[in-house]
């Protein structure tokens, strides 16, 4: 099925008289592919890029849009990581936030920056959570520090360690 978005499909044998019942048989299945993978690109999609490229008639016009817009330029890449990178310093927990919301922001965060180039190591997280929590949290994280290595530990402990604790 990705190969229909690469290659698009072929509609030459549309509205043709001399067309074979074959080959109407093949457009129409090109066609109903296209539907599907145009289909599972719009669920991939975010709602803000989704309405640059509504007005694309089939997966491969979609699928060569995001290309150019997304993956082409290193430039883009490198800007839109600067600014994540920003907002991964700025992040912090929220005065009642639950612990589980900001370390689903925080990995939505990281993952965007994974997406976009950066080699973030675990222990580099786990330590931006811990310095990230409100003063009431204090004395848990003092205690996971104290007890765990926080180069080995993982997000996945850390939340555990802060659900426990708290």
């Known amino acids: ?31 109903l592919k296209d539907i599907k993978v145009k289909n599972l ?7 803000e890029i989704m309405e640059t490229i509504l007005d694309k008639s089939t997966s491969k016009a979609i699928w060569d849009s995001m290309k150019q817009k997304y993956q082409g330029s290193t430039k883009v890449k490198k800007t839109q990581l600067q600014a994540l990178r920003k907002e991964f310093e700025m992040l912090n927990i929220n005065e009642g936030e639950r ?32 310095r990230s929590l409100t003063p009431k949290f204090n004395y848990v994280v003092c205690s996971i520090e104290e007890s765990n290595d926080l180069d080995a530990m993982t997000i996945d402990e850390l939340h555990g360690s802060l659900l426990v604790q708290k």
């Open 99 to 130: 612990i589980d919301s900001f370390i689903a922001r925080t990995l939505t965060m990281v993952n965007k920056m994974k997406v976009n180039g950066e080699n973030m190591q675990s222990s580099t997280v786990v330590r931006k959570v811990l």
């Open 1 to 31: 099925m990705w190969n229909q978005v690469s290659e698009g499909i072929s509609s030459s044998a549309i509205g043709t008289s001399s067309a074979s019942e074959t080959q109407r048989k093949g457009v129409e299945e090109a066609k």
């Open 41 to 47: 690109l719009f669920q991939a999609i975010d709602r």
